[in-house]
């Protein structure tokens, strides 16, 4: 302000300030002897400050219990509080480690600017550890099939919630209530099914058979006896091979003979009829 002089009104009792002001003063004793003139600042702040959560985002659903919480400001403060836990202010950012509980996590954050003015901010963040609930119906693991076609059914469920699942990398949609069907389509030979279910904190679930698929049919080698051949024996041995793994089976005119495997190697005694046996 101006220069003050002995005309100036006289202050005996605390001055109120509402606005950001520089005030000139001096002192006068009852003798009439004036001292020297100066002059203070005074910096009127009634703004709080603004307080922005950088890490992590609100709403969060994540898998990991340690996380640190940062943040800004956009002023200096004299402190900054996380559930009434003091924060590492470092100029305008600030920053706290905490270690969550399994479910929702709520935060209050409450900053101080240096003029005692505050400001809160509050956010919540869910912790799951736990992976989807996922189950396959196929084909049971190791089986083989001359259907190129895998019929492939199940359920995936999560606690908070399902991000996706996939059938050999393929995204498959999840009815309401936790059902899928996929129709995956085999490739000749060994098949490995990978259906992964992986829900919204990126906790996955997996499981899946593998499949053989065969759609050419074996060969068969009668080693004995020979075709068209004749005995006086009724009982005969038929022995063979088959040139990959397979069921054998052995009829005598539409009857079922026991066979004994052993390797790809097959046995069977029959009882021949008197006359043609086929």
């Not at 009852?30 to 203070?40: F, L, M, R, Y």
Request: aromatic share 4%; hydrophobic share 35%; glycine share 8%.
């Amino acid at each position: 302000g101006s220069t003050p002089t002995v005309s100036s009104p006289v202050y005996s009792q605390p001055l109120a300030i509402s606005a950001t002001a520089t005030l000139s003063y001096f002192a006068k004793d009852t003798a009439g002897n004036e001292g020297q003139v100066k002059s203070e600042s005074y910096v009127i702040d009634s703004t709080p400050p603004v307080i922005t959560i950088v890490s992590p985002a609100a709403g969060a659903i994540l898998n990991t219990p340690q996380i640190t919480i940062f943040g800004t400001v956009n002023e200096p403060v004299s402190s900054v509080t996380v559930n009434g836990t003091a924060a590492s202010v470092n100029g305008l950012t600030w920053s706290l480690p905490v270690t969550l509980n399994e479910g929702v996590n709520s935060f209050m954050v409450k900053a101080v600017d240096l003029a005692g003015n505050p400001a809160t901010g509050s956010f919540i963040v869910t912790i799951d550890t736990q992976p989807p609930q996922l189950t396959v119906s196929t084909l049971a693991d190791g089986s083989y099939t001359n259907n190129a076609t895998l019929n492939i059914t199940g359920t995936a469920k999560d606690n908070v919630g399902l991000r996706d699942l996939q059938i050999n990398g393929t995204v498959v949609p999840v009815n309401a209530d936790g059902s899928y069907s996929y129709a995956l389509a085999l490739q000749s030979g060994k098949n490995t099914v990978n259906v992964t279910a992986t829900d919204l904190a990126g906790n996955p679930a997996s499981d899946g058979p593998k499949i053989t698929l065969d759609e050419n049919a074996p060969v068969i080698t009668i080693v004995t006896p020979a075709d068209n051949s004749k005995t006086k024996n009724p009982v005969v041995q038929v022995t063979g091979s088959v040139d990959k793994d397979a069921a054998v089976e052995v009829k005598l005119k539409d009857t079922v003979q026991p066979v004994i495997m052993d390797g790809r190697n097959f046995t069977a005694t029959i009882t021949a009829e008197y006359g043609s046996n086929t």
